[in-house]
């Protein structure tokens, strides 16, 4: 694989324009660069400003006989390289045209093979140390099984008087999974937790128990995520029920694909999804580079 060809730009429409059909062609396995490049392209001014004082992006894809067959990105310098499927050979020729621009890099995330291959390829041609940072299980939706029974309650779309608790709830999340992050009403916009819409499922007397958010449909799909419930409330099926309930308003949206990813190391959650009749896709790796 010869390393030109990788095409590489700073223009995000120009990188759509040859890349956006091979991206849409998967969508639940491009899932993230998806909503990543749909929440840059229609964030308007505020999303431009927020990534040009950051930094100058770069995207890039792979092009043989005019077909496309995979594509990366990086938000800024400090930002992970971002990378859909490649094989060793691929892995290393991006690496070759990375270096040869004089980049570098703090890390890779991809699906599991990929990011080891580019990882290796890396420390090949630099002496970088890689370090194996996460996993992460990417899910899609097969059938829809409701579980049985379904706690008492309802589900319902979070009001906009409900914002500070949504947020605190949303803090507790980004605390439990050890995220560094500000989440407040001047932050919200800018966190991972701003594009979405939430669903609380509710008890009888109104109380909220739990929360699913979903990011907006984007080429036919809908990724849920996150999903929430207190500690203290955990184990009565709120979660369960309140992702089904999110699951069926995507369906009813026009969405092909549902997805989600989730903690392979938490076997009660990858159980429950599984149980609801989500099925597991791809095994996600992030690694660091000293």
Known sequence: MRPDDWY????????????????????????????TFEKLRTGGPKAEAEAS????????????????????YRLTRRNLLSVTTLDPEQADGLADR????GHSLPGVSSVLGTATAFAEAWQRRTGATPTFRTAINLYRLGTL???????AGRGRPVGENEHEHLMQWCRELAEEF???????????????FGEKTYTYWETPDGTPVSMAGVNPLVAGHVRVDPVYTPAHLRGRG????????????ALAAGATDVVLYTD???????????????????????YDFA
């Open 8 to 35: 590489l730009t700073e223009d995000l429409d120009q990188f759509l324009a040859r890349a956006g059909d091979f991206l849409r062609s998967r969508p639940a396995l491009h899932t993230t660069a998806l909503t």
């Open 53 to 72: 004082a950051a930094d100058t992006p770069l995207f890039g894809h792979l092009e043989r006989s005019g077909e496309v067959g995979a594509v990366f």
């Open 178 to 192: 050890g995220e560094d992050v500000t989440i407040n009403a001047d932050t919200w916009s800018g966190t991972r």
């Open 238 to 249: 709120y979660a369960g029920a309140v992702t089904v309930e999110v699951t069926r308003a």
């Open 145 to 151: 099984t409701p579980p049985q029974p379904v706690p």
């Open 98 to 101: 990375l270096l040869a621009l």
């Open 264 to 286: 392979p190391a938490n076997l009660t959650s990858n159980a429950l999804y599984q149980r609801i009749g989500y099925r597991q896709i791809a095994d996600w790796g992030v």
